[in-house]
């Protein structure tokens, strides 16, 4: 495999000459299973594990290579396998809040140049929806695209667009149905040789009938979506990366039925990013858009410039983002006190023995 069509490139080779020993070399994390990996290197598809020391040294999930990653490996030529010795450092990363109670990181795809978030033009279209979508997807690093798939099932297909317009203020919008190959020319520019695309969206919006179209043959499994709501079922049952026939490369994921928010406050401004300019004119800097005098954002709702439901998004995510922040902060004390521990218990164990 030629490593610039698995997207390396001097961002990655940089970083791997401070790590260089004649032992070894590079691959990507192609496919995450629970203690192995498939990898795409040199050599072609091999399997992967880490190390012993690796497993010790990582403290959180996001420490562990992910779907994506390009990783630094010595092979077993004999076995066709390899030891992963280190991650190299990631350019973009797309991560959500793991599903439950925790306040974890779940890194769902790696180094990914654009995000196609894939919404469904049937009774499950749901701007609310794309919204949180966006925030993850300014917070990965990576561009978003906004694809409104089954377009032969919309029979009000300029409201849906409008409704998009008004909240992914300058982002790209592609009106597609994937089943009847309609619209897949304009996704071209964003595809190119050693570029990586991330398909992101809920159960049944029809990622894998993309897939499975852009690779020219039936990959993924495609399932109907329930009579009634227009809800799917999970047809992709783990993350993977697939190379497609011009040598871009495509993350198929799994749909996400909790969009749980793992972002900073620059992200929510920048998918919020029309209201945030309103509050600028707020006649007082601390204004919580109330009952406040002068409150640009109350004058913007009552004149119809605002949508409301919007701007209740708007408040939903912030008191999310800040849950968030409180959580994090508790986390990173409990796991830094729990570290030290460790360290101080390490350190009585050798005294003993000298």
């Known amino acids: 495999m030629n490593l610039e069509y698995l997207g390396w490139n001097d961002f990655f080779a940089d970083n791997f000459e401070l790590l260089r020993q004649p032992n070894l070399t590079v691959a990507r994390v192609a496919i995450e299973h629970r203690n192995s990996y498939i990898l795409y290197s040199e050599i072609g598809e091999i399997s992967g594990e880490v190390t012993g020391k ?67 033009l049937d009774g499950d279209f749901n701007p609310r929806r794309i919204e949180r979508y966006l925030i993850l997807t300014w917070e990965s690093g990576a561009n978003p695209v906004i694809l409104l798939n089954k377009a032969d099932l919309c029979k009000n297909i300029e409201d849906c667009l409008n409704q998009v317009k008004n909240i992914a203020l300058d982002v790209p919008i592609i009106i597609i149905s994937a089943a009847n190959s309609q619209g897949l020319n304009a996704l071209e520019p964003y595809l190119q040789p050693g570029k990586t695309v991330a398909l992101l969206g809920s159960s049944g919006v029809g990622k894998s009938t993309i897939t499975n179209k852009l690779k020219g043959e039936a990959i993924q499994k495609v399932k109907a979506v329930r009579q009634g709501d227009d809800r799917g079922r999970h047809t992709t049952t783990h993350r993977e990366l697939i190379l497609l026939p011009n040598s871009s490369l495509i993350i198929d994921t799994p749909g996400m039925r909790e969009i749980q928010i793992w972002a900073s406050e620059q992200s929510l401004h920048s998918t919020f990013e029309d209201i945030e300019i309103l509050a600028q004119k707020c006649r007082f800097r601390n204004c919580q858009h109330r009952q406040e005098p002068g409150c640009a954002i109350q004058q913007a709702l009552q004149e119809g410039k605002l949508d409301y439901s919007r701007f209740l998004s708007y408040q939903k995510l912030q008191k999310e983002l800040d849950y968030l922040t409180q959580k994090q902060d508790q986390k990173v004390y409990l796991d830094t006190k729990k570290r030290w521990k460790q360290i101080t218990k390490s350190m009585r164990n050798h005294d003993k023995r000298y």
């Open 54 to 120: 690796f497993r010790h040294h990582a403290i959180q999930l996001e420490d562990f290579p992910a779907v994506g990653d390009w990783v630094v490996i010595s092979i077993k030529e004999s076995e066709k396998s390899a030891i992963i010795q280190s991650i190299l450092p990631r350019k973009s990363k797309f991560s959500r809040q793991i599903v439950g109670g925790t306040t974890k990181e779940q890194i769902v795809a790696a180094n990914i140049d654009t995000v196609f978030l894939v919404s469904g």
